[in-house]
């Protein structure tokens, strides 16, 4: 079967008991705030593509990446204690990856450009913060440490002019990896 005609949606399924039990939410879109359907999320299963979760409602607070697997108790695996609250479907992407990433906010100081991950932009490019980003191709994530470790932000395509405004004060992103049809 052609990649046209699979469905190339994802499904993840939320549990509000630890292990897959008690009352399920089944997704295959965004959902910007869970608490209409479950009182709580202990556990979770992606049957199907990828998906960034938060823990505040909106697409906010501290995110996660999951990809295909069984998360029987997340929330011990990443030490959140209160649940996933929101989670955004990320699509598939099939082409080419870029984004130019910038020392200072609104696009100022070194720019550089990547097509492919980052593991350490200290050691690669001599860059000591990445304030602002634009990403033309592709969907990304960012790490604030080195080797793809710490917390993370996804990325989509679009301008990002400023880390601190978006709620991110405080943090240095050091390391960048593609997401690829590999979830």
């Given at each position: 079967m052609s990649n046209t005609g699979m469905n190339m949606r994802g499904k993840?399924?939320?549990?509000?008991?630890?292990?897959?039990?008690?009352?399920?939410?089944?997704?295959?879109?965004?959902?910007?705030?869970?608490?209409?359907?479950?009182?709580?999320?202990?556990?979770?299963?992606?049957?199907?593509?990828?998906?960034?979760?938060?823990?505040?409602?909106?697409?906010?607070?501290?995110?996660?990446?999951?990809?295909?697997?069984?998360?029987?108790?997340?929330?011990?695996?990443?030490?959140?204690?209160?649940?996933?609250?929101?989670?955004r479907m990320i699509p598939m992407h099939r082409g080419s990856y870029r984004?130019?990433?910038?020392?200072?906010?609104?696009?100022?100081?070194?720019?550089?450009?990547?097509?492919?991950?980052?593991?350490?932009?200290?050691?690669?490019?001599?860059?000591?913060?990445?304030?602002?980003?634009?990403?033309?191709?592709?969907?990304?994530?960012?790490?604030?440490?080195?080797?793809?470790?710490?917390?993370?932000?996804?990325?989509?395509?679009?301008?990002?002019?400023?880390?601190?405004?978006?709620?991110?004060?405080?943090?240095?992103?050091?390391?960048?990896?593609?997401?690829?049809?590999?979830?």
């Open positions: 993840i399924i939320f549990y509000e008991e630890r292990n897959f039990q008690g009352r399920s939410y089944e997704c295959m879109s965004d959902c910007s705030d869970m608490s209409s359907y479950l009182s709580r999320c202990h556990s979770c299963r992606v049957e199907s593509g990828c998906f960034m979760v938060y823990d505040r409602t909106n697409y906010m607070g501290n995110q996660y990446f999951m990809r295909r697997g069984e998360y029987s108790d997340y929330m011990s695996m990443i030490g959140w204690s209160g649940g996933i609250r929101s989670c984004m130019r990433i910038y020392e200072r906010e609104n696009f100022g100081g070194q720019m550089y450009e990547l097509m492919d991950d980052c593991d350490n932009i200290m050691d690669r490019y001599r860059m000591n913060d990445c304030m602002s980003c634009n990403v033309m191709d592709g969907h990304w994530l960012m790490y604030e440490q080195p080797q793809f470790r710490g917390r993370m932000m996804y990325l989509r395509p679009g301008e990002y002019r400023s880390f601190r405004d978006m709620g991110w004060s405080g943090m240095k992103f050091m390391s960048m990896r593609r997401i690829t049809d590999m979830c």
